[in-house]
């Protein structure tokens, strides 16, 4: 390159291809289906991203046609904040501390990693706000090559105003820089935009059709004949051919369909999220937004991968949309947050159509922990009492009470799920059944499930707000 960025501390880039791969090992599966499925990882991204890089290598990470690699990336990392970020309960959710050269060189590391991992003809959207987004345009072109640089889209979500006193301009918007290798998909992406019928620019014909228009262009004029057979021809005061546009009515409104260009001002921020898609991460993006994204730069059955998975944003919506995906994160909330998120999909909205449900089964993924990583010994303690109702032929599961080192007296107000394996094999919990915070408040903190579900040992998995786990083995006798 011409230039690059220099700043203390910047290793060698095959340092960074050195990094030690990450030990991966499998706690528990969801769904029904043969092998590992889709992947949630909980630990360091830099170690586990060498480890995927390994896979690819294996040719393990293989598209629906085929193709070995990641087809999309998008990470939306800390931004350098120097804030440590709390859920709606007040729980940990992770420290942005990393600041300065450090924090560029935090991610300069990982890009690099990923920039192997992207297929042929992949793609990779980085989410950052106005501090740093400037210097990492510079690291982005140093690692991925500035002819691969496509767009610096600005997401403008509003909304947030300004304070008199603050002497500046209000800041409003993310900056989300797109690189795509040669080939990458593109779909384009169309939005659409209600105006009041009679704004200049939109005009109604004799037969009551209202109606945009667009400049010739490069249509020939057998083109244009053909147009003007179907009335999409309009000729201004001075003679000048224009193109007809016919939109859609809905009452005192016209309904205009938009190409999306690099100004995204049509996706609110996460302050205004339907209480169906929140869940108490901080800093949650809309699902509106990775909808758009992964649409854009991927088909159906291809792999995404978001390696600061956060709320599981990104993962939920490749769900929906029928995309493979990865997702790693090192908090234990987020890990917590996207297992529930994802096990309670049904019945949330399609993001490509608000109207929709998403009722598909959920596919099945598996849940690796990285190094030595051990999500249920962290004091979590439970007091429960387990019995048999004959009549009805359950296995009754009452819990009494919880107990734990961040809990502070919360009692079972802290518990947020419980997840049953009904034959364990002393290895890898399966999921056979998950109750939510609110399904076991509504029983008064009863499980039942049939006794005919039992084949040899149980595994009872209690977790709590904060994400900490206690798994109880029991056997049947």
């Known amino acids: 390159m011409e230039y690059e960025l220099t700043y203390k501390d910047k290793e060698p880039e095959e340092a960074v291809l050195n990094t030690a791969p990450a030990r991966l090992r499998k706690v528990k599966a969801f769904g029904r289906g043969r092998g590992d499925g889709n992947l949630l990882i909980s630990g360091d991204n830099l170690g586990v991203l060498k480890t995927l890089l390994g896979m ?32 709606k309960k007040d729980q940990k959710a992770y420290r942005d501390k990393i600041i300065g050269a450090e924090f560029i060189e935090f991610l300069r590391k990982r890009l690099i990693l990923m920039r192997g991992l992207l297929s042929e003809d992949g793609s990779i959207f980085l989410h950052l706000d106005w501090k740093k987004a400037h210097y990492l345009k510079m690291v982005m072109d140093e690692v991925f090559g500035e002819e691969n640089f496509l767009n610096d889209i600005i997401w403008s979500y509003g909304g947030r105003g300004a304070k008199a006193i603050a002497g500046q301009f209000s800041r409003n918007h993310d900056i989300i820089l797109w690189y795509g290798r040669p080939g990458h998909i593109f779909n384009q992406q169309a939005f659409q935009r209600r105006v009041r019928k009679g704004e200049a620019g939109f005009t109604k014909d004799g037969e009551g059709r209202w109606f945009k228009t667009s400049p010739r262009g490069d249509y020939t004029d057998s083109s244009i004949e053909e147009l003007g057979k179907t009335g999409r021809i309009h000729r201004t005061r001075n003679g000048n051919l224009r193109i007809k546009y016919f939109l859609k009515e809905d009452g005192d409104y016209l309904i205009e369909d938009k190409l999306v260009g690099d100004v995204w001002d049509d996706i609110p921020d996460a302050m205004h999220l339907s209480d169906a898609e929140k869940t108490g991460y901080p ?16 088909d159906k059955g291809d792999i995404v991968l978001d390696a600061f998975a956060g709320a599981g944003t990104t993962l939920a919506v490749a769900e929906k949309l029928g995309r493979r995906w990865i997702g790693i994160d090192s908090g234990r909330l987020s890990i917590h947050t996207i297992e529930k998120r994802l096990l309670n999909l049904k019945g949330t909205k399609d993001p490509s159509a608000s109207q929709k449900k998403y009722s598909a089964p959920l596919r099945p993924f598996s849940v690796f922990e990285a190094g030595d990583i051990c999500t249920h010994a962290n004091g979590l303690n439970v007091k429960s009492a387990c019995s048999f109702d004959g009549k009805m032929g359950e296995c009754v599961i009452k819990i009494k009470g919880i107990e734990g080192p961040e809990l502070n007296g919360q009692g079972l107000d802290a518990l947020s799920s419980v997840m049953l394996d009904f034959d364990f094999n002393g290895e890898v919990f399966r999921c056979g059944r998950a109750y939510t915070a609110e399904e076991l408040k509504r029983s008064g903190y009863e499980v039942r499930f049939p006794a005919k579900k039992l084949k040899n040992e149980i595994m009872v998995v209690y977790s709590d707000i904060f994400g900490n786990e206690r798994w109880y083995l029991g056997k049947v006798e």
């Open 56 to 87: 690819k290598e294996e040719n393990r990470l293989r598209n629906a046609d085929g193709s070995n690699g990641i087809r999309l990336i998008y990470i939306d990392p800390p931004f350098s904040t120097n804030l440590e970020f709390k859920g």
């Open 283 to 298: 800093t949650q993006k809309p699902e509106g937004l990775l909808a758009r994204i992964i649409r854009a730069a991927s």
